[in-house]
């Protein structure tokens, strides 16, 4: 600990690296709670894998990698929404045919560009301590435009995640506002791959969330606590990898799926518990 703490104060790349980090727990924390509650992970892992094709596509024509990554994700998630508010039975078969078809158009693009190899191991892994300056204004801009949404359009969203036909009786316009959450979680997923790259991104989208979905159920309690527990990931991830030289990314990974783990365990002997005790006062 003390060896990465001087290090921090020496070096820019870890003080970027961190910063990296917490900006992307609040993406995940925010719109990992959305995407728990309505059970979208599979839809999100599409988006996630379909971004290749515009990362690959922008390297090659010598444009920034992340803003092809930001169309082909909006456009992966207007495309899958619309399949699924239109067809449902052909969700889950557009959602794997964008997953490898993205997957397969970036590694062509990223084949014929020079030097693409250690670029397609960044993009599949991420590599945050790689993350320029430039890119933290790109991540601090997505979180802001994420938080001010919500904020926005926060009774929308609930009406839209908790019941559909309910919102529609309401005057919501559920299609619209089913579409910008998926728009959403499309910007997430590009803020989370500068992190952990699009492999290991549903991991840290999720599981914070899931975490907190076990001693919370209100959404706004959920949203706080995943998005503390999403910046301890990263930066307990960050210290853990700088002494043995590990990936940073997998580790948070690691991490979060260990604490996961461990999460569910005693939060099922806790409602193990509570669930004798008011048996034991029925009785009595």
Avoid at 31 to 46: L, Q, S, W
Avoid at 77 to 96: H, Y
Avoid at 260 to 265: M, V
Wanted: glycine share 10%; with cysteine; proline share 3%.
């Amino acid at each position: 600990m003390a060896e990465f703490l001087t290090a921090l104060a020496t070096y820019g790349f870890l003080q970027s690296a961190l910063i990296a980090g917490l900006l992307a727990g609040v993406g995940c924390g925010v719109i990992g709670t959305f995407v728990v509650f309505k059970r979208i992970a599979f839809m999100a892992g599409g988006i996630a894998h379909s971004v290749l094709g515009g990362m690959g596509a922008a390297l090659y024509f010598g444009l920034d990698p992340f803003a092809g990554a930001l169309i082909a994700a909006i456009f992966s998630a207007l495309l899958i929404g619309a399949v699924r508010l239109s067809w449902k039975t052909q969700e889950d078969t557009l959602i794997g045919a964008l997953w490898a078809i993205g997957m397969a158009v970036g590694v062509l693009f990223i084949a014929k560009t020079p030097g693409y190899s250690s670029d397609l191991m960044s993009f599949l892994f991420g590599n945050i301590l790689l993350v320029p300056t430039r890119e933290l204004w790109w991540m601090a801009g997505l979180d802001l435009v994420l938080v001010a949404t919500v904020a926005l359009f926060y009774r929308q969203f609930l009406a839209v995640i908790f019941d559909e036909e309910f919102a529609r009786l309401r005057g919501v316009p559920v299609t619209m506002f089913y579409l910008l959450l998926l728009c959403l979680v499309a910007v997430t997923v590009v803020l989370l791959i500068q992190v952990v790259g699009l492999i290991l991104v549903i991991a840290l989208l999720t599981l914070p969330a899931a975490i907190a979905a076990h001693y919370v159920h209100s959404l706004g309690a959920m949203m706080l606590i995943a998005t503390g527990l999403g910046a301890l990931f990263t930066t307990l991830g960050l210290v853990l990898s700088f002494g043995p030289d590990l990936p940073a990314g997998p580790t948070m990974i690691l991490l979060a799926g260990g604490v996961y783990i461990l999460s569910a365990l005693v939060s099922r002997q806790l409602h193990r518990r509570r669930a004798r005790r008011q048996a034991a006062m029925v009785r009595g």
